[in-house]
């Protein structure tokens, strides 16, 4: 088992350079830096020493090693655009995006694992059907359509809720959350759905789809053969074994979430990492581009790693070996 | 007669099934008015000179004020709302099919080769994959966009943007084509037909594509049309988000977005109208994706 | 006393209404245990399943009488009918490996079990599992009954599952097919404990089953059903040794005896499989060099896999299917191998058709030396000089291909015959000589039953001209009647083309029908290699004599008709 475990942190280790790798291309061949920060007023002769003194002449690998290194120091260069340092600009967004995501995650595991099972184990009632043809239409509408809508329905029609920002904030250390004030959840519950409803949909099937496979095994036709009584044997038995693959798919969706959180960001102008993102591809800003790159797949295989983790504490089968 | 019957099984579960019915027309009549959009629309929108802005904002035919020439409306440029759509319905289709394609086929080579060899073949194309899925499907359209605009000279970013946009859609789908490739060939290795392909002598080349890949395609034409699908709404909303198609050659996506400036201020057809037309796309596509789904595979029903 | 009356079992579908089994008559008393025994698609599963309320979807029973006692199980209600399962009738099932949940522990299972129909506390419920596991043979019961199932070998999870039956002290168990999946040792030891717990706690048993061995040893009455109907019942000796109506015959003719050889199967003849003739085939099979015998060496033959890493710091401990194989099988003749599953016996077919590549070792194939298998070159002769038949039919033919394209492959690409209509009237008259209609050549695989997909392989292997030929388990999954027409058929081609065939078998029965030497293989050594009749009369090591004490058999003095 610690041998899983190490290979594991191996491969987590890999991904993170490889992407590194291709933040740093990203920073070295497209478009020159030293024109970027410079500007046209600048002589030859101070950019060729500007470019000494920043060692890009040097060779491609130590430029490489000296990236990583500032990466794992926390030091994430200069914004070509604010002309701020990167690291600043990203931290200062990334609770507004993290908040956002663990909501919408939490929105879509609350309702769609119970609606997954339901259908799963009433295959043919009516609510099932209406589930199904809703969570259909649900995956066929791009999120950017829904949060439109929401914010037809409900911020132009009714006038409910808000329609952009964040609402109230309050800072706790270097995390400014609006989890704590009315206004901030209010203003929250739109973007959260917004981006929950893709993710609902997916886990609804992806339960109902497992869990049908599950109620269809041997081990679950003997505890019936043995009178277990039904509950247990629907949520005892079937449930669990459900959610031990699905878990693994959770790790998968959270990428989901962050990445489609651009989009939401975009339509409710939530004030998150993929606003940020979003800007710096209009105005080519690579530094900010290439960074976002590597602190979403970091968030990603850290996620994937923990849901590993995970899955040998809860499944027996991996963690001891045949006693006989 | 029974045996008949389960011939054309298929065929019997489509007939009885009327949403799979409803989704295979309304998919047709889309593709079919995509294709024919230059001869049957009214206006090509491309065409800057066949509109105008007196003809601006003018709401479809049920609606006072309307000019019964355009059915459905027109947008702020003067564009009728039909040609719009059907264009726009062209454009997405085309970059959807195209990045599809792309997809596939490096997709299930990949993934058939990772299945037959194995070994560090496998482990290789893994952990390629495993990078890629880091970066989510919007992500990396976007690099790819990015990374496009900061290497192409400006002068020939416009004529490349299909180009770019189907190559960004189409990285961001072949992993899934390669894993369940892989996942099946690693199945049908085990079977005997294969081992015994493979004692005869043959040529790997022919092992895997004349031996093993007509029994994988079942699962895969699956995730073509779900993918097909998720290119569609992936472009759709690149061009949203302005990344994708410029206003002056709208795709679905633009169209909505710039109805979007419109939502408050009451000419609602510029946005609805596109809008709807993409989500019954899609619906129809994903409805006959299910459809397949459940055809191959039998207990489900 | 469970009485079964009249039973009727349909399944709608969209092609008509399906009649699963019509009219089925059976009593078991208590402490009987009663064989219930037919090839596939007979309905005796349908039957157990049935009884016990478990009958899958959407099949139901339409008419017939169902009672244990004096309940009427048809007239109970679903939560009075769930209450009964478990209570006093109880089922298990065929693997014992997928029966029992993976997350939960033996004891988590086993108590619930006992909670759900008494109302013992937890720790008296603990404690009367623990005993149950003593009593079945679990040793250190106290201590394994913490354990996860996948901690347990074969032998072992069936006794649990039996455990797991009777922790409620049903009535009536019905077991389907409770011992197919392990081997012949451990089989043994279910079966004895099925007879105690018969005796001891007057359980009736439903014995599913279609192995008519097992059924000799246990079963006191047994019930032949074929087609969803009951063809005979009575007591086993009667039925078995005497029976009464032609199908039992024509079964009993079909079951490979192991205490003598005979010739040839009695086969009825049935329609569909034509006069085996095909005259062209057969020229072109005799023709050109033919007629030279081939036989294979193998020595000191080794095959060793590289196990799994389980941890960081050691290196994966090797797995050694295959250790010093010495064998030599006789030109034209038929070397049977005998083995149980995990015994290397699939290795060594592999690695003789270069697919494994042993570590150390000769292969010689005729008088030349066989390339082990990297690095054999595609083109090398024994690619088309041997030839196997394998065990699934099910997966042996690509599905996706016609009948026609897989039997003209062999000859378009070992050049055999370059004209296509040639290759098509050569395969049509391939098909007519393993006895099957040459019109198959448009179909596909899925339009066959198991024994014609064989019959097929057997054809395509023949069209590559081989002169050995490797049958790997080929009637393993085929009916026992089927299997009796597939093993006349090899021995007939053996014959005829002078063939030396490798037969490779778990079913020591038809070994000995088949074979001239046979091999005993166990954990990859070679235990015993002797003429068959030197093996099957007076075994020398200790695991053939065992091997061959636990094959479940016909007693001698039941058998009142004889093969001819």
């Known amino acids: 088992m610690v041998y899983f475990i190490v290979k594991r942190m191996i491969q987590s280790v890999f991904v993170m350079l490889a992407v590194a790798f291709l933040a740093f291309s990203l920073f070295r061949f497209v478009g020159d830096p030293i024109t970027q920060m410079t500007g046209v007023e600048t002589s030859v002769a101070d950019q060729e020493r500007l470019r000494e003194e920043l060692g890009l002449n040097d060779p491609f690998v130590s430029q490489f090693i000296r990236f990583t290194g500032d990466m794992l120091q926390g030091d994430f260069g200069y914004s070509y655009r604010t002309r701020q340092p990167v690291a600043d600009m990203i931290t200062e967004r990334v609770p507004a995006t993290l908040e956002l995501g663990v909501v919408a995650l939490i929105i879509s595991l609350l309702v769609g694992v119970p609606a997954g099972v339901y259908t799963a184990l009433k295959p043919r009632g009516i609510w099932t059907q209406t589930i199904l043809m809703t969570t259909l239409v649900g995956v066929s509408i791009p999120t950017f359509v829904i949060g439109i809508m ?5 911020g132009v029609q009714l006038g409910w809720l808000p329609t952009f920002g964040r609402g109230g904030t309050v800072q706790i250390g270097n995390w400014e959350s609006s989890l704590f004030t009315i206004s901030g959840w209010r203003a929250l519950l739109l973007p959260a759905i917004t981006l929950g409803v893709y993710q609902l949909t997916l886990t609804m099937r992806l339960v109902r789809a497992e869990m049908m496979e599950v109620m269809r095994s041997d081990y679950i036709r003997f505890a019936m053969a043995r009178g277990v009584p039904m509950r247990q044997l629907h949520y005892k038995h079937a449930l669990v074994n459900t959610m031990v693959p699905v878990i693994t798919i959770i790790g998968l969706q959270f990428g989901g979430v962050i990445a489609f959180s651009i989009v939401t960001e975009s339509v409710f102008q939530w004030p998150g990492m993929g606003l940020l993102f979003l800007e710096s591809i209009r105005f080519v800003d690579i530094p900010v581009m290439g960074v976002y790159l590597v602190v979403i797949a970091f968030f990603f295989v850290l996620v994937n790693l923990v849901v590993d983790l995970l899955y040998v504490a809860i499944d027996p089968r991996l963690r001891l070996r045949d006693v006989e | 007669m029974i045996a008949f019957l389960k011939k054309y099984e298929g065929l019997w579960l489509f007939l009885h099934s009327p949403s799979t019915i409803v989704a295979a027309m309304v998919a047709t009549l889309i593709i079919l008015g995509a294709i024919f959009a230059p001869g049957i629309a009214l206006v090509n929108p491309y065409n800057l000179a066949s509109f105008s802005l007196f003809d601006g904002l003018l709401p479809p035919v049920w609606e006072d004020g309307a000019n019964p020439k355009y059915l459905l409306g027109t947008d702020d440029q003067g564009r009728d709302m039909i040609s719009a759509i059907l264009y726009g319905a062209r454009l997405s289709l085309v970059i959807g099919l195209s990045a599809l394609t792309i997809a596939s086929v490096i997709g299930v080579g990949l993934g058939l080769a990772a299945g037959y060899y194995g070994g560090r073949f496998d482990a290789f194309v893994m952990r390629i994959a495993d990078v890629q899925l880091a970066l989510p499907a ?57 081992q015994a392909a493979i004692m005869m002598g043959q040529r790997p080349s022919r092992v895997m594509f004349v031996h093993i890949l007509p029994n994988i395609l079942g699962p895969l034409l699956v995730i073509m049309t779900v993918d097909l699908a998720s290119a569609i709404l992936l472009e759709a909303t690149l061009s949203f988000l302005g990344i994708g198609l410029p206003a002056d050659s709208p795709s679905l996506g633009t169209l909505i977005r710039i109805g979007m400036q419109f939502l408050l201020s009451g000419e609602w057809w510029i946005l609805w109208i596109p809008t709807l037309f993409l989500i019954a796309l899609v619906v129809s596509i994903n409805i006959l994706g299910d459809f397949l789904r459940d055809i191959f595979n039998p207990r489900l029903r | ?170 009535e009536v168990i019905i077991a389907d097919e409770p011992t197919t999946a392990l081997d012949v040792a451990v089989q043994s030891q279910v079966l004895d404990l099925i007879q105690q717990l018969a005796k001891e706690r007057q359980i009736a048993f439903m014995l599913i089953t279609h192995d008519i061995g097992v059924i000799a040893q246990v079963a006191d009455r047994v019930t032949v059903m074929r087609k969803g109907r009951v063809v005979e019942t009575g007591d086993t000796a009667q039925v078995l040794g005497a029976p009464k109506h032609p199908y039992t015959r024509a079964l009993m003719d079909a079951v490979p005896p192991l205490d003598q050889k005979i010739d040839r199967f009695r086969v009825p003849a049935v329609g569909d499989t034509a006069v085996m003739q095909g005259d062209t085939a057969e020229r072109w099979l005799l023709e050109g060099q033919q007629h030279c015998l081939t036989g294979l060496t193998l020595e000191n033959l080794t095959v060793t896999f590289a196990g799994p890493r389980t941890s960081l710091f050691r290196k994966p401990s090797p797995f050694v299917a295959l250790k010093d194989v010495a064998l030599n099988i006789r030109p034209g003749s038929i070397m049977g191998l005998v083995g149980e599953s995990g015994s290397g016996k699939s290795t060594l077919a592999k690695a003789i058709t270069g697919l494994v590549t042993p570590t150390c070792g000769t292969m010689t194939l005729g008088d030349t030396a066989l390339p082990f298998g990297k690095s054999r070159s595609r083109y090398h002769p024994s690619r088309q000089l041997v030839q196997m038949v394998f065990q699934d039919p099910y997966s042996s033919l690509n599905p996706r291909h016609r009948i026609g394209d897989i039997l003209t492959e062999p000859l378009w690409f070992y050049g055999f015959v370059k004209d296509p209509a040639k290759r098509k009237s050569l395969v049509a008259s391939m098909l007519s000589l393993v006895g099957m209609q040459p019109d198959a050549i448009t179909k596909y695989p899925h339009q066959f039953s198991g024994g014609q997909r064989q019959r097929i392989a057997v054809a395509r292997a023949l069209l590559a001209r081989p002169r050995f030929l490797i049958c790997d388990e080929p009637t393993s999954a085929l009916d026992v009647s089927i299997q009796a027409e597939i093993l006349n058929l090899l021995k007939e081609l053996q014959a005829k083309f002078g063939l030396t065939i490798l037969f490779i078998s778990h079913n020591l029965a038809v070994v000995r029908q088949m074979a001239d030497d046979t091999a005993v293989l166990c954990n990859g050594k070679i235990e015993e290699v002797n003429t068959t009749e030197a093996v099957y009369e007076s075994p020398q090591a200790e695991y053939t004599k065992s091997l061959l004490a636990q094959t479940p058999v016909m007693p001698k003095s039941w058998r009142q008709w004889a093969h001819d």
């Open chain 2, 138 to 194: 919007i992500l990396t359209a976007l690099l790819i966009d990015g990374i496009a605009r900061g290497i192409l000279p400006a002068a020939i970013q416009q004529d490349l943007r299909v180009a770019v946009l189907t190559l960004a859609i189409a990285l961001s789908l072949w992993v899934n084509f390669a894993r369940t490739a892989r996942a099946t060939t690693f199945v049908q290795m085990n079977k005997e037909y294969v």
């Open chain 1, 150 to 154: 929401l914010i037809f329905l409900f």
């Open chain 3, 1 to 170: 006393m469970l009485t079964i009356k009249d039973l009727t079992v349909k399944f709608p579908s969209r092609f008509g209404d399906f009649s699963a089994i019509k009219g089925v008559d059976m009593t078991i008393k208590p402490g009987e245990i009663h064989g219930l025994v037919g090839e596939s698609g007979a309905g005796k599963s349908t039957v157990g399943a049935a009884v016990i309320g478990l009958l899958q979807a959407p099949g139901y029973v339409t008419k017939g009488i169902l009672t244990l006692g004096d309940t009427d199980l048809r007239k109970l209600t679903p939560a009075q009918a769930h209450e009964v399962r478990g209570d006093r009738i109880s089922m298990i099932f065929q693997d014992p490996q997928t029966s029992l949940n993976p997350l939960m522990t033996i004891e988590d299972q086993l108590v619930e079990t006992i909670q759900a129909h008494s109302d013992a506390s937890k720790t008296v419920a603990r404690r009367r599992a623990v005993d149950l596991l003593e009593d079945i043979g679990i040793q250190n019961a106290s201590q394994r009954i913490k354990a996860y199932p996948h901690q347990f070998s074969g032998g072992m999870r069936q006794r649990v599952v039996i455990a797991l039956a009777i922790c409620t002290d049903p």
